[in-house]
């Protein structure tokens, strides 16, 4: 059962037992962002799955044991004063400032977690297209806990036939992936490629394994890109 805390002028669920994670949102772009959060299903949603993160602002959220959801940032979000009427240039959730457990529309950066299985496993995902970098930290924890680092503006080298521009034609904002681009089951491991063993790395996701190295470029990109830990606490750091 969650309560609710006033904590650095934000909401975020307190939820008790000592083994709760800790995610710090930090927000190091220059542009203000709107982080948004989904969570698995029949899991609690956290924040009301999103909020406004100012330059160099952060926020905590606290996840209670055996959570599993994702985080993503959407960006150029626009809102009128109740928050439930607007829109975001990348990773919109259906013009809610709060998304209510609607996902980011794609392109957009993910780390995704799933908590407590018995340890906790941990990703950032361009599986679904990129918008703006996303890395995690973790910290406190036992196992491996590696950093996933995705520090690359991938918009900046995007493929043409990936782009998304600003209004139609202005600068490159996003970068879509290729399943989102061209839907053909050679780039989404779907139908006859619904395979490891067949479905490959495409010379697209190459441009996003090449920016991005320990982050998924497309599905079947496990080996390099799952990593775990136990009892930590994560940094979640956007640009």
Known sequence: MASWLLFLGSLIPFFTG????????????????WPGTQSGAGHPLLINGGLQLNPNETTNIVAPTGWSGRFWARSGCKFDKSGKQGNCTTGDCGGLLQCGGIGGAPPASLAEFTLDSPED??????????????????????????????RSDLNLQCPEK???????????????????????????CTGAYNNPQICKP????????????????YPYDDATSVFTCKGAKYLIIFC
């Open 202 to 217: 495409s010379t697209y996701s190459e441009v996003f394994k090449k920016a991005c190295p320990t982050a998924y470029s």
């Open 18 to 33: 000592s083994n709760a994670a800790v995610f710090t949102l930090h927000n190091r772009c220059k542009e203000t962002i």
């Open 162 to 188: 990936l782009q998304v521009r600003l209004d139609g034609g202005g600068e490159t904002v996003a970068c879509k992936s290729a399943c989102l681009a061209f839907n053909q089951p050679q780039y989404c």
């Open 121 to 150: 496993f941990y990703d950032v995902s361009l599986v679904d297209g990129f918008n703006m970098p996303v890395s995690v930290v973790p910290s406190g924890g036992s196992g491996d806990c590696s950093a996933v680092n995705c």
